[in-house]
């Protein structure tokens, strides 16, 4: 059976193609860096992919991307983390909808474009205050009440980390963690909504195993880069990536 038949008829055999092999590497940078990946892999859906659609099959790749990246890097995983956020992104995903949806995208865009940089560029309190579960909690609360509507919040949640934890392998372990919880939570509530995901599931299934091989390269070189020079790329990253978030919000 042509491959090409088991795609939706909402996108060509071509288009899938580009996004398969791109799964690769933007699965490998948010593998190095935490974040980018899927911001990365949002913008090139958004070329191909009907509207509708975008935000419910990025949310089922990102699932599969940072399951994979958060089984790779489990002995970083840190257990305290887990509940809280987790508890947090049960409450956003309930009422994330009904109130993100009736706030205007230009202005949710700016508000998480200037708390990015702000929690990237200003210290912050103490790493046991931010290491918190209330903080973790809140953490998953209002990240998952954004996805909803902005689908890749991602840098947000890596910034986050980085101030909770000391290590790259800890702030990216536990970064990919926190966004499979949010992310499997975002899965379920497009379900409930009543959006079909099956048409689209071979894709995304094919997306996911391209892109666990991204995660091996990344993860490869995220065990050579040395501590200061990925703190440096990190805040590089996050900037690039909140400042075009404010472009796009502002123009």
Not at 99 to 107: G, I, K, M, S, Y
């Amino acid at each position: 059976m042509d491959a090409v038949h088991l795609l939706p008829e909402a996108i060509s055999g071509s288009a899938a193609a580009i996004l398969i092999a791109a799964s690769i590497f933007t699965s490998a940078t948010s593998a190095v860096f935490g974040l980018g990946g899927g911001v990365m892999m949002l913008v090139l859906m958004s070329l191909f992919m009907p509207v509708a659609a975008l935000i419910p099959v990025h949310g089922v790749v990102q699932l599969g991307s940072n399951l994979g990246r958060a089984f790779h890097l489990r002995r970083f995983a840190v257990p305290s983390m887990i509940i809280p956020f987790a508890a947090g992104g049960v409450i956003g995903a309930l009422t994330g909808g009904a109130v993100v949806t009736d706030l205007p995208e230009a202005l949710l865009k700016t508000i998480l474009a200037v708390f990015i940089l702000v929690i990237t560029w200003v210290k912050l309190p103490p790493l046991p205050l931010v290491k918190s579960p209330p903080v973790f909690a809140i953490g998953g609360a209002v990240t998952t009440a954004l996805t909803m509507f902005l689908g890749a919040t991602g840098p947000l949640i890596t910034a986050l980390m980085a101030k909770a934890f000391e290590t790259r392998h800890q702030v990216v372990a536990n970064a990919a963690v926190a966004m499979t919880i949010q992310h499997l939570l975002k899965v379920v509530a497009f379900g409930i909504l009543g959006f079909g995901l099956a048409p689209w599931l071979p894709l995304a299934g094919a997306m996911i195993v391209s892109g666990y091989a991204g995660t091996m390269i990344g993860a490869r070189l995220l065990d050579t880069m040395d501590e200061a020079r990925f703190r440096l790329w990190f805040r590089i990253g996050v900037t690039i990536l909140a400042v075009e978030l404010l472009r796009r919000a502002l123009f």
